[in-house]
């Protein structure tokens, strides 16, 4: 396995097998040196033993400028990405120790098959949350659920994603 592509699946390996918060943290480590959500500030982090991503509401975020809301391809993105990587997440949960390499291997081939957005609500916060859920883990995919919310709690979009692996 490259270099990078280590980097990508978290820099894990078979010791780590069964330690989910460590694998948790290098998962989000790993998105996080992201230079596009570093570009963004876009951060994923572990909350309550959940990945959670995080994104400030900033001026070049902004979709509509007469309304001044967030843009719907920011949103999209970010809801994307937890989907994606709560995934890799829930197979590293769910692998069995002799399948820890598969798995490694999986969480690096990880892309989004298709996805399904509803805008709730007009992107106005201080910053956005985005959690997921997973519906459905398949051999090869996986479909997953979105949330987007503002710091009000307010659901802001909600997108339903499948993901190959």
Known sequence: MSKSSSEWTGNLNPENQGQIQIILEQLCMAF???????????????????IQAY??????????????????????????????????????????????ADTVKKVSRLATLDMRIDYIAPGRGEYFIASADI????RKSCTMRMNLTNNENQLIATAIGSYSF
């Open 55 to 100: 994104i400030e509401m900033e001026p070049y975020l902004i979709g509509n400028v007469a309304f001044q809301i967030l843009h719907g391809g920011v949103a999209a993105t970010i809801l994307d990405s937890i989907g994606g990587i709560v995934a890799m997440g829930e197979l590293y949960k769910r692998a069995k120790p002799e399948e820890f």
């Open 135 to 138: 519906l459905r883990l398949g």
């Open 32 to 50: 996080n040196a992201s230079p596009f959500f570093r570009h963004n500030n876009m951060q994923m982090r572990i909350v309550d033993e959940q």
